[in-house]
């Protein structure tokens, strides 16, 4: 089964619009961390924001914020006023207190049209 | 800080040939991971080291890939020989934990085999 599940493949949105990247992962440990990365086309993995288990307070950075909610075991990621620059594959990923790996989805490609 | 720095950024070489990738982790850095990514697998965890040890090479595809940390400081992945299917990207990345520590990649080496 995959730990971390990215349903949405590909996400295409008009430059403006508001944009949100799901993130459902699986873990039965209570100790965790989630974390977000961002692919641009230039290829580096950047990564972006860490949460553990014990932490469900929302985050935002500028354009960018984070739902965390362990009732639905979701993190999803919110960015506002999309750019172009933000086009990118964005990469959520679980790691388990007790294991020895990060688990990363299959990622999600957006695409913000000008 | 420099970040974590990978040689080469492209690799073109011919079926059987000998490749060797090479890693600089992030200075202070205790962990460092291997990965591959391609486009059907994703990110595919091969091999890490804590402290230059060797932990899990589960993910190593088969003997033709070695990894090896001689020091702190420089890591080698080596494929010999080399065969169509190892064309990806392969990342670097260090961190200074396991679990709870983000993984700060390098820019990756893109590898083509003919």
């Known amino acids: 089964a995959q730990k971390v599940t990215q349903a949405q493949t590909e996400i295409s949105v008009v430059e403006k619009e508001d944009v949100t990247l799901d993130c459902v992962y699986e873990?039965?440990?209570?100790?965790?961390?989630l974390f977000w990365y961002k692919q641009p086309p230039s290829g580096e993995l950047v990564f972006l924001i860490r949460?553990?288990?014990?932490?469900?307070q929302n985050e935002i950075s500028g354009r960018y914020s984070w739902n965390f909610q362990k009732s639905t075991s979701s993190f999803n990621f919110t960015i506002t006023a999309s750019q172009v620059v933000d086009s990118a594959v964005y990469f959520c990923?679980?790691?388990?207190?007790?294991?020895?790996?990060?688990?990363f989805g299959t990622g999600t490609s957006l695409t913000v049209i000008p | 800080d420099a970040g974590v720095i990978q040689s080469p950024r492209h690799e073109v070489t011919e079926m059987g040939q000998e490749v060797t990738l090479r890693c600089k982790p992030i200075s202070g850095h205790d962990y460092l991971f291997w990965y591959r990514q391609t486009m059907m697998r994703g990110l595919e965890l091969l091999i890490y080291?804590?402290?230059?040890?060797?932990?899990?090479d589960s993910g190593m595809p088969e003997d033709r890939f070695s990894a090896k940390m001689p020091n702190a400081s420089f890591s080698t992945l080596k494929i010999q020989p080399s065969e169509p299917r190892d064309s990806a990207v392969y990342f670097c990345?260090?961190?200074?934990?396991?679990?709870?520590?983000?993984?700060?990649f390098g820019n990756g080496t893109r590898l083509t085999v003919t």
């Open positions: 990345a260090s961190s200074f934990g396991l679990a709870d520590s983000p993984l700060h």
């Open positions: 873990t039965r440990d209570t100790t965790y961390y």
């Open positions: 080291f804590n402290n230059n040890v060797p932990i899990d």
């Open positions: 949460r553990n288990s014990f932490d469900e």
């Open positions: 990923a679980l790691s388990e207190n007790t294991g020895n790996q990060f688990y």
